[in-house]
Each structure stands twice: as C-alpha cells, then as structure tokens.
C-alpha cells in the first residue's frame, strides 16, 4: 500500500510545524528589523534556531500541531461569517438606508444562523440544546440571560441617552 506523504507523520509532526514557526518568526523579524536592516541571513538563522526548538520538545511542538486545524475552521468560519456581514450590509445608499437597525438585526440572524451550523456540523448542537433546555437548572440559565439582556440594554440607553444636562 503506498502511504501518501501529506499524511505521514513525519510531514505532519516535524516538516509542517518546523516550516510554520521558521517562516513566522522570519516574517517578524523582517517587518519588525529589530536584529537591524537588510539583514536576510540572521534573521533566518534565528527563525532556523527557534524552529528546530520547536521540533525538539514534544510538548511545544503537539500544542502548534494541535492549535493548527482550530485556527484553520477558526478562519473559514470568520470569513463566511464576513461574506455574510458584507452582502447584508451593502453600500451606502442602498435599501437599508436610514434603517440601520433592520441591517443589524438581519446580520445577527445570520451570525446566529452560522453559529447554529457550526454546532451541528460539529456534532456539538445536541449537547448545547440539552443545556439549554433539558437540564433541571435550564430556567435559571434562561433567567441569568434574559437579566444580561436587561443590563445591556441599560447600559446601552445611559450610553445612548442625552448627554446633556439641565442649563440652569
């Protein structure tokens, strides 16, 4: 059987993880010059040096191969989340204007129609919808949210309110 070397260990515990952190850390350091100007060969050692750190401790080296897919689904997620937010809020001067609240409510449905997919692709929505309502302290859950809402809504009228005081 041929082992596919996308897949192997080798690439995806050593190869990957090194190749990640040598091109960050060498990235940085070219943007940042703090090693100084138009100094290519040390910045690549230092990134070369920090990599193979990287590679010698397992530990170190299982949270960046662990965090990688996280930040892979982290990043699809916030950008159809921002395809989304784009399309409902438009322009200006296209048919929500003047009505800003009906834009924000649409894009929170959406944001609340992405995360609901999300759940569920990810097998976690049973678990949340049985939190939620199927345990025995689900009212007061319901109860500290509606209470939150409350709160931020009053924080949100004093912040909106008039800031004017009286003239006398």
Known sequence: MVNIFLIS????????PFVLVFTLIFAILQKTQILGDDKKQIDSLVGLVVGLILIAFPF???????????????????FVFMLIF??????????????????????TIAGLALITVFLMIT????????W?????????????????????GAVVAVLKGDKGGSSD
């Open 9 to 16: 260990p080798l690439f995806l515990e050593y190869i990957l």
């Open 60 to 78: 170190s080296r299982m949270i960046v191969v662990e965090l990688m897919p996280f930040l892979a689904v982290s990043i699809v997620v916030l």
């Open 86 to 107: 784009a399309f409902v809020m438009g322009k200006k001067g296209d048919i929500f204007e003047g009505k800003e609240w009906l834009k924000w409510i649409l894009v």
């Open 123 to 130: 097998g976690w929505w049973d678990m949340v919808w049985g």
């Open 132 to 152: 939620f309502f199927h345990r025995e302290s689900s009212s007061q859950i319901w109860v500290n949210i509606l209470l939150l809402a409350v709160l931020i």
